[in-house]
């Protein structure tokens, strides 16, 4: 590592936000590029370039830089994207697992059971704080993908991620007393 970069680590240690700033200018672009032959995606590769970048302000005096600058973001944003897409698909194999448990509690709940259900979760929902609530229907009532309710509610992808985790936790506990938990959560998929 160059002189250079080891002064630029140390101020940034120091809470220099002119070091921070020249670091953000210098490698944000490359670290995006970077990030998006994971993500497949511009926007999505520039939220997890953004959020890292907040993490490295936040954690500052913490930072143990041993290769170059360059190299050590460039692995910090190949990690934090591939967390990404990792978790993306879990959510994604959770909401097929969702949708096929929600099919087979169909099959086997009387019409009067999926009524009482329906009147509660609707209570459950209406009790979420606004915004939890507004960021939980427009995921399951009206189908918008995360990505397209972050646009709309001018957030990050990662506040509505970690909103509807919220949100599903509340209600899976809000309810629980009333019915198993996984066929709780299957049948919210299905409300409309």
Not at 13 to 19: L, N, P, S
Not at 42 to 62: G, P, T, Y
Request: charged share 30%; proline share 2%.
């Amino acid at each position: 590592m160059e002189e250079s970069e080891k002064l630029l680590i140390n101020k940034l240690k120091h809470g220099d936000r002119q070091a921070f700033e020249q670091i953000f200018r210098s490698y944000y672009p490359a670290m995006c590029n970077f990030a998006c032959r994971y993500l497949s995606d511009k926007n999505a590769a520039e939220e997890v370039v953004q959020d890292l970048f907040c993490k490295i302000w936040f954690r500052r005096s913490e930072l143990s830089v041993n290769t170059s600058l360059k190299n050590y973001l460039l692995r910090a944003t190949a990690n934090h994207a591939l967390n990404t897409v990792k978790h993306r698909e879990l959510n994604r194999r959770y909401v097929e697992y969702i949708g096929f448990k929600v099919e087979e509690a169909a099959d086997e709940s009387p019409d009067m059971m999926q009524d009482e259900l329906k009147r509660r979760i609707s209570l459950a929902i209406s009790s979420l704080p606004e915004r939890r609530r507004q960021i939980f229907e427009m995921s399951r009532f009206e189908g918008l993908r995360y990505e397209e309710i972050a646009s709309r509610m001018e957030i990050k992808v990662k506040t509505v991620e970690s909103q509807m985790v919220k949100a599903l936790e509340f209600l899976r506990k809000y309810l629980q007393e009333y019915v198993n938990p996984i066929v709780l959560i299957l049948s919210m998929i299905i409300i409309k």
